[in-house]
């Protein structure tokens, strides 16, 4: 069984920052790419893709966070990181960590969700 838990988030004032982190926890035998969707609270709104990063370390980001958010990891502590800065009104949303994961007994890696954590910014 696989675990990812993320923290760090809250209310923050525009142009603020914030750190989410997520840790994966569990029979992990190896984790491949790491990623932090977000999903705004509008209805219908899709989870949409912030940020990933590679087990080598190459990242990718959507166009509207690129130069103010950064994603990082400690593979030591399997644990990704989002920092957030200069946050925007935008950016509220519930973040989500996600992850690659090769279990022991599985046949390969396959997808796990963290439960998400609530970032809401003020104007």
């Known amino acids: 069984q696989v675990q990812l838990v993320e923290s760090g988030g809250g209310l923050v004032q525009a142009g603020g920052s914030l750190r989410l982190s997520c840790a994966a926890s569990?029979?992990?035998?190896?984790?491949?790419?790491m990623r932090w969707y977000r999903q705004a609270p509008a209805p219908g709104n899709q989870r949409e893709l912030v940020?990933?990063?590679?087990?080598?370390?190459?990242?990718n980001y959507a166009d509207s966070v690129k130069g103010r958010f950064t994603i990082s990891r400690d593979t030591a502590k399997n644990t990704v990181y989002l920092q957030m800065n200069s946050l925007k009104p935008e950016d509220t949303a519930v973040y989500y960590c996600?992850?690659?994961?090769?279990?022991?007994?599985?046949?390969?890696?396959?997808?796990?969700w963290g439960q998400g954590t609530q970032v809401t910014v003020s104007s």
């Open positions: 569990g029979s992990i035998l190896s984790i491949n790419a």
């Open positions: 940020a990933a990063i590679s087990s080598g370390g190459s990242t």
């Open positions: 996600n992850a690659d994961i090769y279990t022991y007994g599985s046949l390969g890696y396959y997808a796990h």
